[in-house]
């Protein structure tokens, strides 16, 4: 099983940064929660501060432990951990995603989300 960070960053207005998958991706076109792969050792919390830094230029603060979902892809299965994030400074440069938008929960399902991440939709929805 492949173990995933994913961060829902909070911009300090009530919006959240989500990500559209590039050409080339699995999920091609789906919006996500950006974040990546644990390397060897790596904490979530570590995880996210490097992929976020790495593919979108951004430095955020993992502060809060979200949710986990376990979602078989056919050829892959993920456990997703998703943490709660503050946005710290940087201007969104993309490497592995074509568009980001800044949303307000009750706008997140105007968009088609990977399926490892709905889940976390309907928990953020509840929390309005």
């Known amino acids: 099983m492949l173990e995933v960070a994913a961060a829902i960053i909070e911009d300090g207005t009530g919006r959240i940064l989500i990500a559209r998958r590039a050409k080339g991706k699995s999920q091609v076109g789906m919006w996500e929660f950006p974040g990546g792969k644990l390397e060897p050792d790596e904490s ?23 949710g986990v979902n376990e979602h078989d892809y056919g050829t892959v299965t993920i456990r997703l951990l998703a943490y709660k994030a503050k946005f710290v400074s940087g201007d969104i440069m993309l490497t592995d995603h074509d568009a980001y938008r800044w949303v307000r929960t009750e706008e997140l399902g105007e968009y088609m989300f990977a399926p490892a991440d709905v889940p976390f939709l309907g928990m953020l929805s509840s929390e309005i």
Do not use: Q, S, T
Request: proline share 9%; glycine share 4%; charged share 35%.
């Open 44 to 66: 979530p919390e570590e995880c996210l501060r490097r992929e976020l830094l790495e593919e979108m230029g951004i430095v955020i603060e993992p502060y809060a432990y979200f």
